[in-house]
C-alpha cells in the first residue's frame, strides 16, 4: 500500500507541477489532474470528483491528502527530509502525538466556508492547498513579482516549517479541506488498526507518525488525523499494525475497535504490576528504535527521482523561452488601471469568475500569450485578471478554458470564443499619433471582428473609430499601439460576457 500511495502521489505531484510551469504540450495530456482536486471541483460542481474523493474518505480514509493534494506530497517529502537528518544526528523521535486544537482547525473551518458563501474569495485563495501550491510553483519558479510572490514565500515557509518540524500539522490543524474530509475519515472501513496484544509499547510508530495521531499509551489512532501515509505499517517490528476493516467482527463476535479496547485495558492493568508483564517478560531494549525501516531506502529514490524530474521541467521551460533579437531597445508598456477589469472568455461574467476562481495561477503559467496575471487589488488580491502589455487575447487560443478546474472558465471552443465580450476598446485621442498626423491604423488592421475603421477627423487625419457592439476585448489594438508607454487605445471589461 505504501509502494502504490508514493507511485501515485509522485504522479500527481509531478504532473500538476508542470502544468504550473506552463508547458502547453502537457495539457491535453494532464489536464484531468487539477479538475481532481477537491475545492476546484466543489466550486465547478463536478459531482463525479465529488464523489470519488468522499466515496475513498469512506472506503480508506484521508488518502488523497497524501496522494492527490499537491501541497500535501510537497510536505510529506520535507518531513522525509527532516526524518533523514534527524536520524543523522541520532534523533530516534523525529515526530510526537500532538492533541488536536479544535478551535483552531475547526474555527479556521467555518470561517473559510463563510468566505466561500459570502465571496470573500481571497480568504478563500490564502487557504486552499492546492491553489497555494500553484502558487508557490507559478510565482517562485517563473520569478514572477510582487504581492503574489511575498504571499507564495510566505506560505512556503510556513507550510515547510511546520512540515519539517511537525509533519502534517498544517493540514490537520489549518487545511480547510483536511478537516472537511476529516468529518467522511473518522467513518473510514478500512484502516491501520492497532493489535494490542502484540504491540510491545515501543512507540516507534508513534514518533515516526508525521500527522501526530497516534496514541500508543491507549492503542488508539484518530482517523480524522491520519492521511494514510502507511508509514506506521512498515515501521512496526512487531506486525501489530495492519491496514484492517475497522467494523468486522472478531471470533467473539465483538468489532475491531471493542476487542482492541478491552485488549489494551488488560495490557494496562499488567503494566501496573511492573513493566515485565507489560513487556511479555522481556526487557525491551532501544534497538527497536534504532533500526531504520527497510521503506525508507524506497522512499529516497522515489522522492529524489520527484526532484530530478522537477528540475528537468525547469531546464526545458528555461530553454522554451525565447529571447529578443539584440535590436533596439523598445520601451515597455505600463499596466493600465482599467475601470472595469477584464476576466478571461469562458467566464460568464465578472461575478460569476471570481466567485469561482481558486487563485490557483494555473490559467496563469497556462496563457502562451503573457495576457493573465495575477491581480494586486485588495478586492481579488491573486486572482487572475487580463492585461496587454505583454500580448494580446488571440481568437485562436483557448488554453486557459482548458485547465481551468473550478469552472471559472468553462472549457470553450475556437467558435463560441466570439460569443464572449470581455470588453471594448476605447481611444484616447491625445495619445494618438494618428490625431496628430501620422500615418497610423495600426490597431484597424490587427482587430479580428472589424470593430476599429479608420475615419477621417475635423482636421483631416485619418483616426480610429471603435464599434463597441461588435469588439470582443481581446486586446489586440492596445497590445500593438505605438503609443508609449501608455497605449492610445485601451480595452475596459464588460460586466456581462455572452453576447445575446
Known amino acids: 500500500m505504501k509502494t502504490i500511495r508514493i507511485i501515485l502521489a509522485l504522479a500527481f505531484w509531478v504532473g500538476i507541477t508542470l502544468l504550473f510551469l506552463g508547458i502547453p504540450e502537457l495539457a491535453k495530456w494532464l489536464g484531468w489532474m487539477p479538475k481532481m482536486q477537491f475545492l476546484p471541483?466543489?466550486?465547478?460542481?463536478?459531482?463525479?470528483?465529488?464523489?470519488?474523493?468522499?466515496?475513498?474518505?469512506?472506503?480508506?480514509?484521508?488518502?488523497?491528502?497524501?496522494?492527490?493534494?499537491?501541497?500535501?506530497?510537497?510536505?510529506d517529502g520535507i518531513s522525509h527530509i527532516s526524518v533523514l537528518v534527524k536520524r543523522m544526528r541520532g534523533n530516534r523521535r523525529p515526530f510526537r502525538l500532538r492533541k488536536e486544537i479544535k478551535?483552531?482547525?475547526?474555527?479556521?473551518?467555518?470561517?473559510?466556508?463563510?468566505?466561500?458563501?459570502?465571496?470573500?474569495?481571497?480568504?478563500?485563495?490564502?487557504?486552499?492547498?492546492?491553489?497555494?501550491?500553484?502558487?508557490?510553483?507559478?510565482?517562485?519558479?517563473?520569478?514572477?513579482a510582487g504581492t503574489v510572490l511575498i504571499?507564495?514565500?510566505?506560505?512556503?515557509?510556513?507550510?515547510?516549517?511546520?512540515?519539517?518540524?511537525?509533519?502534517?500539522?498544517?493540514?490537520?490543524?489549518?487545511?480547510?479541506?483536511?478537516?472537511?474530509?476529516?468529518?467522511f475519515s473518522r467513518f473510514a472501513i478500512f484502516r491501520p488498526v492497532i493489535d494490542a496484544e502484540k504491540c510491545k509499547n515501543c512507540k516507534v510508530c508513534e514518533n515516526n507518525c508525521k500527522a501526530g495521531c497516534i496514541d500508543i499509551a491507549n492503542h488508539k489512532i484518530d482517523y480524522s488525523r491520519c492521511v494514510d501515509c502507511f508509514d506506521c505499517l512498515g515501521n512496526c517490528k512487531f506486525d501489530a499494525l495492519h491496514l484492517k476493516n475497522y467494523y468486522r467482527k472478531s471470533a467473539s463476535g465483538k468489532s475491531e475497535e471493542a476487542s482492541s479496547f478491552e485488549t489494551a485495558a488488560t495490557l494496562g492493568t499488567l503494566r501496573g504490576r511492573g513493566p515485565s508483564l507489560a513487556m511479555g517478560g522481556v526487557e525491551r531494549s532501544e534497538t527497536v528504535e534504532k533500526e531504520e525501516p527497510s521503506s525508507a531506502v524506497s522512499g529516497r529514490r522515489a522522492f529524489i527521482a520527484g526532484a530530478a524530474m522537477g528540475l528537468t521541467a525547469i531546464s526545458l521551460d528555461a530553454q522554451r523561452k525565447k529571447t529578443d533579437g539584440g535590436f533596439a531597445i523598445v520601451e515597455d508598456k505600463t499596466a493600465i488601471k482599467r475601470e472595469t477589469p477584464l476576466t478571461p472568455p469562458g467566464s460568464a461574467s465578472i461575478k460569476?469568475?471570481?466567485?469561482?476562481?481558486?487563485?490557483?495561477?494555473?490559467?496563469?503559467?497556462?496563457?502562451?500569450?503573457?495576457?493573465?496575471?495575477?491581480?494586486?487589488?485588495?478586492?481579488?488580491?491573486?486572482?487572475?485578471?487580463?492585461?496587454?502589455?505583454?500580448?494580446?487575447?488571440?481568437?485562436?487560443?483557448?488554453?486557459?478554458?482548458?485547465?481551468?478546474?473550478?469552472?471559472?472558465?468553462?472549457?470553450?471552443?475556437?467558435e463560441e470564443k466570439t460569443q464572449y465580450h470581455v470588453g471594448y476598446a476605447s481611444v484616447n485621442r491625445d495619445l494618438c499619433v494618428a490625431e496628430q498626423g501620422t500615418k497610423c491604423g495600426n490597431c484597424a488592421r490587427h482587430c479580428p471582428t472589424g470593430a476599429i475603421q479608420m475615419v477621417e477627423s475635423a482636421s483631416g487625419c485619418m483616426v480610429p473609430a471603435v464599434d463597441t457592439e461588435i469588439c470582443i476585448g481581446c486586446g489586440a489594438c492596445e497590445n500593438l499601439c505605438p503609443s508609449r508607454p501608455v497605449s492610445a487605445i485601451t480595452v475596459n471589461g464588460r460586466h456581462n460576457h455572452l453576447n445575446s
Open 41 to 75: 471541483a466543489v466550486l465547478a460542481v463536478n459531482l463525479t470528483t465529488i464523489a470519488i474523493v468522499i466515496v475513498s474518505c469512506l472506503l480508506i480514509g484521508r488518502l488523497y491528502c497524501s496522494t492527490v493534494c499537491p501541497l500535501g506530497v510537497m510536505q
Open 103 to 144: 478551535w483552531l482547525r475547526y474555527g479556521i473551518w467555518v470561517l473559510f466556508v463563510l468566505a466561500i458563501v459570502f465571496g470573500f474569495q481571497s480568504f478563500v485563495a490564502v487557504l486552499a492547498p492546492y491553489s497555494a501550491y500553484g502558487r508557490i510553483v507559478n510565482s517562485i519558479l517563473n520569478f514572477n
Open 151 to 183: 504571499a507564495a514565500v510566505a506560505t512556503l515557509l510556513l507550510t515547510g516549517i511546520l512540515a519539517w518540524f511537525t509533519g502534517r500539522e498544517y493540514c490537520n490543524e489549518v487545511c480547510p479541506v483536511g478537516t472537511t474530509l476529516s468529518f
Open 352 to 414: 460569476d469568475f471570481y466567485s469561482r476562481c481558486t487563485a490557483c495561477q494555473l490559467c496563469v503559467a497556462a496563457c502562451p500569450n503573457g495576457v493573465l496575471r495575477p491581480s494586486t487589488g485588495i478586492e481579488h488580491l491573486m486572482q487572475p485578471e487580463m492585461g496587454f502589455e505583454k500580448g494580446y487575447c488571440r481568437p485562436e487560443c483557448t488554453s486557459c478554458s482548458e485547465v481551468c478546474p473550478s469552472g471559472a472558465i468553462i472549457k470553450i471552443t475556437r
